[in-house]
């Protein structure tokens, strides 16, 4: 198997010092075999794979994306910066085109962390590839970026802080929220009023393999990437679709994930979730790291796969086919439902409630959503925990419209703090945070 | 007494060393053709007038392996790999003599797939219908678990004369370099045996009955009659042999910069508070990535006799040689030319050296003096900016805890060491351009033979333990033992360092010069379900790269 070699840059830091408890899936020996394999098939002596140290992210580069409740530092702990520092150390070698692509091969995960984050939920406390991204718009000016989510949870931490980014697309694929924490990404999450078909949600049946997931890569997800036309192209990589995995139900492999990393392309994929970490882990970063550096992949495999035991029925190959055909479908209609489901309101307003699992945190949130033709809109959301501290944030979104942005500073100004403990201002655009 | 020497390239250099004192020194041409020839003729000049019976040791640092694999001057080896799943066989074929066979350990050494004897036995009356008589057998992740390795030795070694072990070459992870480590090992060991008989040969004709030792890459030695078994470790051990003279001569304990600038290459290495540092995984050698433990050391193609012409109204220098210096006839004009020119060095003839510079001067439409200046500072930078390079590297080192990446040391040189045959000369603008202070030490000039006579015994220990299989491996050793489940790190840091003492005093250590140290040193829960299942500890000790004793001065 002949292919083009590309430079891919690695950025490997399995922080063999940090765990969230000592028996917690996410601990220090969760990267410690990949290590081993990567270590052992030699992968870093290739000459298109170069290895980089990640950098230290800073509270600045999580403000640009969160809302940390009371405060920033007070919900993270160094390894958060460490690993959103290795997610910019990524983007920061493909922008300055050190490399064709990079993998940050990291921990701890991100994508379950929303835009208001008083906790850790689902292992995350920060999301590190939107921190990544926010970063890249900041030194690189605006970008069309695409996020496609192949972990088996659905990406709901990124779906809601791009929820109403239009130039954001949020793809995620994952195990039917039905069967699986943490029960959203369904098709009716669709996007915000200002964003409809930028968040696109691909529940699958448990038990679906290479198959089902590749059916829907070429049939789903590379179609709509060929529309939207994104700049960059990046993969959150969580590898817990595994057929090993022992916290899902999903049957992809090793050879799945290095295909369909082949076929997509990223330029950046950066790892969350993943909890096989002897049986999986290693062999699917093996394989991911050598597609996308163009080389050889075909020989990766488990050492006790089986094709036969894993492989999925007809039923879910039909229901995949049929699920495919819907979600393209809506995908071409998102343009007539901005109509039908808006209409001439001013504002639209969503209440969720928010649980932090990880910490046990619950939290009501309403989201208000000026609804504008000119940019994402500006977004202002009021919120409540059990533990206290009621906080009102203003967004004014990256590349507002003068409307939006004079709206989110009048009502910065006039919120006063007699109703809330905190209240934020976070100006995208600008690169402004502030709290009073 | 004790006698050092290096047999280099261009020259064999030697010294007799009494009291901690250089006694003798003494430099020959190599003849290329028979080392043996310049051995013989530079312990000739050494030892005349001495009694060899009052020498305690000899120490040789020679080309040997280097010169076999650089020339292709190396056996046909039969390799038999058991690669398993992952990076495919068509990018770990070393040569055409490769054969995979099936089989399969994993990266906690467990037999996953066996391998089948009567294909071994098949592949080996191959090899000796086709008259290969060296076979390296190398298994993936063969360190955690070298049985497979074992049990094909045991059904070929008939067939062959030789076998090399891929878990005895080192104990760190990484298939391709262990081929290739094994490859090496095995494609040389006919010639370097061969050699080693000689030199025994040689000394017992000088009446040398003290133990001899060969110089390795990592500047530690190894007793002569040991190192049979394992001759890829002596490849590279000139540079090493610079940099230990070096270390031999100096007494900082701060972070500095070591220079050997030769005719065709300048070395650099970095001491990070006083202490060579070795490569992370292994020295590359000939475009072949090896597992061999060694000084990290850069070479780059910038020398006193580098060729220096004229690109587009550009000085370009090196990379390569094309004889010596105009100045003492050689064919184009070279940085050694400029300096002579400016007066910094009286070698060689001045007119020769300023006939060379002149048409390049013309070029750079400027006079002679102004061309050597050129030519004299951008040899400098070039040299200057490598070792900044190589400083900036040695930081950006990847790290794999928050605790490493917290701490983010420096590195901040406080002083530059020359040696070579352009040290004079340069040393003090390289200091200006780095600067830091210079040191040119007094015998700057056989540094390498101080360095090979005085560096002590070095080796490495890997230590795997793993409580919930109850098993301990030790990587180079090829053991492997059964623990209880309430093994802790501290057991295999005691182990480590029993078996490393072990080990290096058969390699010839002297217990005096055993400086112990535990390099790595991890350990994780390994949780199954929601429980604990054991252990996984990683313990790395090690003989540091040092001396028996410095120089006195």
Not at chain 2, 272 to 299: C, D, N, Q, W
Not at chain 2, 404 to 417: A, G, Q
Not at chain 2, 456 to 485: F, H, S, W
Not at chain 2, 528 to 544: D, E, L, M, P, S
Request: hydrophobic share 40%.
């Amino acid at each position: 198997m002949l292919k083009k070699e590309r430079k891919t840059g690695l950025i490997f830091f399995p922080a063999f010092d940090w765990a969230i408890s000592p028996t917690h899936p996410e601990r220090e020996e969760r990267l410690l075999y990949t290590q081993d394999q990567v270590f052992e098939e030699g992968l870093l002596d290739f000459d298109s794979i170069i290895e980089f140290k990640p950098g230290l992210a800073t509270v600045g580069d999580v403000n640009r994306v969160h809302i940390c409740v009371p405060d920033t530092r007070s919900v993270i702990t160094e390894s958060h910066l460490v690993s959103a520092g290795g997610a910019i150390t990524a983007a920061e070698k493909v922008m300055k085109r050190e490399v064709d692509n990079a993998f940050a091969l990291v921990r701890p995960p991100g994508h379950h962390a929303m835009l208001v984050v008083r906790g850790a939920r689902g292992f995350c406390n920060v999301n590190i590839e939107a921190i990544m991204v926010e970063y890249i718009r900041k030194h690189y000016g605006p970008r069309r970026v695409a996020i496609v989510d192949t972990d088996c949870h659905h990406g709901d931490g990124t779906q809601d802080i791009y929820w109403n980014d239009p130039n954001t697309l949020c793809i995620s694929i994952h195990q039917d929220g039905r069967t699986l924490y943490p029960g959203t990404g369904f098709h009716r999450e669709f996007g915000g009023p200002n964003a409809l078909g930028a968040t696109i949600n691909i529940p699958l049946p448990p038990r679906t393999s290479d198959e089902g997931f590749l059916y829907i890569l070429d049939h789903v997800i590379l179609p709509i990437l060929d529309e939207f036309k994104p700049d960059l192209v990046i993969n959150s990589a969580g590898q817990d679709n595994h057929y090993s995995d022992p916290i899902t139900d999903m049957c992809f492999t090793a050879q799945g994930y290095a295909l369909l990393n082949d076929r997509l392309s990223p330029h950046i994929a950066v790892l969350e979730g993943g909890y096989s970490i002897e049986k999986a882990l290693p062999y699917v970063n093996v394989g991911i790291i050598l597609a996308m550096a163009g080389l050889d992949y075909s020989n990766v495999r488990e050492p006790d796969y089986d094709p036969l035991t894993i492989r999925q029925s007809d039923e879910i190959s039909r229901y995949v086919e049929k699920e495919a055909a819907e979600i393209y479908t809506l995908w071409e209609k998102r343009g007539l439902m901005r109509e039908k489901l808006i209409g001439n309101v001013e504002y639209v307003r969503r209440k969720k409630p928010v649980y932090y699992d990880t910490d046990g945190i619950s939290e009501q949130q309403e989201e208000t959503v000026r609804v504008c033709t000119d940019c994402g809109g500006l977004v202002t959301i009021a919120s409540a925990a059990d533990t206290g501290n009621r906080i009102f944030a203003v967004i004014i979104p990256g590349q507002s419209c003068p409307a939006c942005r004079a709206k989110g500073e009048e009502i910065y100004t006039e919120t006063g703090k007699d109703k809330y403990n905190y209240v934020y201002l976070q100006d995208r655009e600008r690169d402004i945070f502030l709290v009073k | 007494m004790i006698m050092g020497i290096d047999v280099g390239g261009t020259h064999t250099d030697a010294v007799l060393i009494e009291d901690l004192r250089i006694k003798k020194k003494a430099k020959v041409i190599t003849n290329e053709r028979d080392l043996l020839d310049s051995l013989w003729r530079v312990t000739d000049d050494l030892l005349r007038e001495e009694n060899p019976e009052r020498l305690e040791r000899v120490v040789l640092s020679t080309t040997i392996s280097t010169n076999a694999i650089v020339q292709g001057k190396t056996d046909r080896v039969g390799m038999i790999l058991v690669s398993g799943p992952g990076l495919s066989p068509s990018l770990l074929r070393i040569n055409e003599d490769c054969h995979f066979i099936p089989g399969y350990v994993n990266h906690r050494g467990m037999e996953i797939a066996g391998i089948d004897r009567d294909n071994v036995s098949r592949i080996g009356e191959r090899f000796q219908r086709d008259g290969i008589d060296h076979c390296g057998i190398v298994g993936k992740f063969s360190i955690r678990n070298p049985q497979q390795e074992i049990e094909i030795r045991e059904t070929i070694a008939t067939h062959v004369r030789h076998v090399s072990l891929g878990h005895r070459m080192a104990g760190r992870l990484n298939f391709p370099r262990r081929i290739a480590t094994t490859f090496l090992n095995e494609a040389i060991r006919e010639i370097y045996t061969n050699f080693v008989k000689q030199v025994l040969d040689l000394m017992h004709l000088r009446n040398v009955s003290v133990p001899i030792y060969i110089l390795k890459a990592d500047g530690g030695t190894i007793d002569i009659a040991q190192s049979g078994e394992f001759p890829v470790q002596t490849i590279l051990s000139g540079p090493a042999a610079s940099i230990m003279g070096i270390l031999s001569m100096v007494e900082s304990r701060d972070d500095a910069i070591a220079l050997d600038i030769g005719g065709t290459t300048t070395d650099i290495a970095v001491f990070a508070g006083g202490v060579p540092l070795l490569e992370a995984v292994g020295v590359t050698i000939f475009g072949h990535k090896t597992l061999v433990r060694g000084l990290r050391i850069r070479s780059i193609g910038v020398g006193g006799d580098s060729r220096v012409r004229c690109e587009d109204g550009r000085i370009v220098i090196g990379p390569e040689r094309e004889g010596p210096a105009a100045a003492f006839g050689g064919p184009f004009p070279t940085p050694t030319d400029a300096m002579i020119v400016l007066g910094l060095t009286s070698i060689g003839e001045r007119e020769r050296a300023k006939g060379a510079l002149l048409p390049l001067s013309r070029h750079m439409q400027c006079s002679v003096l102004e061309a050597a200046k050129t030519i004299f500072e951008q040899t400098c930078e070039k040299i200057a900016s490598a070792c900044l390079d190589e400083m900036e590297a040695i930081v950006n080192r990847p790290v794999y805890t928050i605790h490493e990446i917290l701490e983010d040391r420096r590195l901040e040189p406080k002083i530059l060491y020359v040696v070579g045959g352009s040290a004079r000369p340069m040393a003090f603008r390289l200091g200006e351009m780095l600067g830091c202070p210079v040191y040119i030490p007094e015998h700057a000039e056989v540094a390498n033979a101080i360095g090979a006579a005085l560096a002590r015994t070095t080796a490495e220990m890997t230590i795997l333990a793993d409580t919930e299989q109850g098993t301990l491996t030790i990587g180079e050793e090829g053991d492997r033992i059964v623990i209880p489940p309430q093994f802790t790190r501290e057991d295999a840091i005691g182990i480590a360092k029993e078996k490393l003492r072990e080990r290096a005093i058969k390699m010839g250590a002297k217990e005096e010069d055993l400086e112990i140290e535990v390099t790595e040193d991890q350990e994780f829960n390994m949780v199954r379900g929601f429980y604990t299942t054991g252990k996984n500890i990683r313990v790395r000790a090690q003989v540091k790269p040092g001396l028996i004793a410095s120089l006195r001065t």
